[in-house]
């Protein structure tokens, strides 16, 4: 697979007019800044007098409601929660469009399931840092970037995928690498990866280590040590330097329990259970349920979230973390 970086993309072909970022989060910024850093004239599509308001402009960013900014724009990148897609664009964004103008998204989700569909006369490009938007502007203040990855779904002016890359260049991805995907493949390995592995796969099984020990009868304290507090140490090497970094810095005797219990647990049973969630992303059944859940007023959802919230491990690790100096001052998720 061929990694692009700079001298693949053309930074000139995004800088045929104004790119509207709308949202103001943690990725919002992050693009808004590295843009406007790379010589991109930026405007920031957000609620006059709201958080996201002042906080572009204090930036130092130009500043307009989402639909002016969005007719002013050549390119629109929908940075906003995808939930908000379908309503924003219906009402802001669809009636400012212009043809030759690229619709852009960070992710697959609402185009792959339907949830917006563009006219046929416009650009439809992604560009997705994998990692935090934070990280993002960091490393490219660093002179250095984040991977990202970049696709089109649709390209009306010929020219869809030379604007992806440029994008993708001036917020610093081509410095650290970009893949081309599609929005198919990005949206589904990013929601398996999210569900399976990466926060549903992780939490539960944390979860389960502790509560496998404390009902066997351990301290809750020991047990929140040992299978949630050193699991940084492990995904740092795990991060640093994949399976072989870690081994090379943890015991023989951690090697061996890796080795030999590690697949007692995630058994051919949890990869069919994985093969089960994969299939609910690829049919859309999970797109589904989470749209219909936002339509009925997340209700199940908060209530999920709320038993997670509750969890005895959450009481343990609170009073633990406040003897932790090195935790205060600072977010230990993106430093």
Avoid at 8 to 36: E, T, W, Y
Avoid at 219 to 225: G, K, L, Q, S
Wanted: with cysteine; net charge negative.
């Amino acid at each position: 697979m061929k990694i692009y970086t700079d001298d693949d993309a053309n930074p000139q072909a995004m800088k045929d007019g104004p790119v509207a970022i709308i949202g103001f989060g943690s990725q919002g910024r992050a693009h808004a800044m590295n843009l406007h850093a790379s010589g991109c004239d930026v405007i920031v599509g957000v609620r006059p007098g709201g958080a996201g308001d002042k906080k572009a402009s204090e930036d130092g960013l130009k500043t307009a409601p989402i639909a002016e900014a969005a007719k002013a724009a050549k390119t629109i990148m929908i940075l906003t929660p995808d939930m908000t897609h379908e309503k924003l664009y219906r009402e802001e964004i669809a009636p400012n469009i212009s043809a030759g103008d690229a619709l852009a998204f960070a992710h697959g989700f609402t185009i792959l399931y339907g949830r917006v569909t563009p006219p046929a006369d416009v650009d439809v490009i992604m560009v997705a840092p994998k990692g935090p938007g934070d990280l993002v502007r960091r490393e490219y203040e660093r002179g250095r970037g984040v991977p990202c990855l970049f696709a089109v779904h649709q390209d009306a002016t010929g020219k869809a995928r030379e604007r992806a890359l440029a994008y993708a260049r001036l917020i610093g991805g081509t410095t650290a690498g970009a893949i081309e995907t599609s929005f198919r493949e990005e949206t589904e390995t990013d929601l398996f990866g999210e569900q399976a592995v990466l926060c549903g796969g992780a939490t539960e099984l944390i979860l389960a280590g502790f509560e496998t020990l404390t009902e066997a009868g351990y301290a809750p304290e020991v047990a929140y040590y040992e299978c949630l507090h050193e699991l940084k140490l492990i995904v740092d090497l795990l991060y640093e330097g994949g399976l072989a970094k870690m081994h090379e810095f943890i015991s023989e005797t951690a090697i061996y329990g890796d080795l030999v219990s590690g697949p007692r647990v995630i058994d051919e049973g949890a990869r069919e259970r994985m093969r089960g969630v994969l299939k609910d992303i690829q049919d859309g059944t999970f797109a589904q349920n989470w749209i219909l859940e936002n339509q009925t007023g997340k209700v199940r959802y908060e209530k999920m979230l709320e038993a997670d919230l509750n969890h005895p491990i959450e009481e343990v690790g609170k009073d633990l973390r406040e003897r932790m100096a090195w935790l205060k001052g600072g977010n230990a998720a993106t430093e």
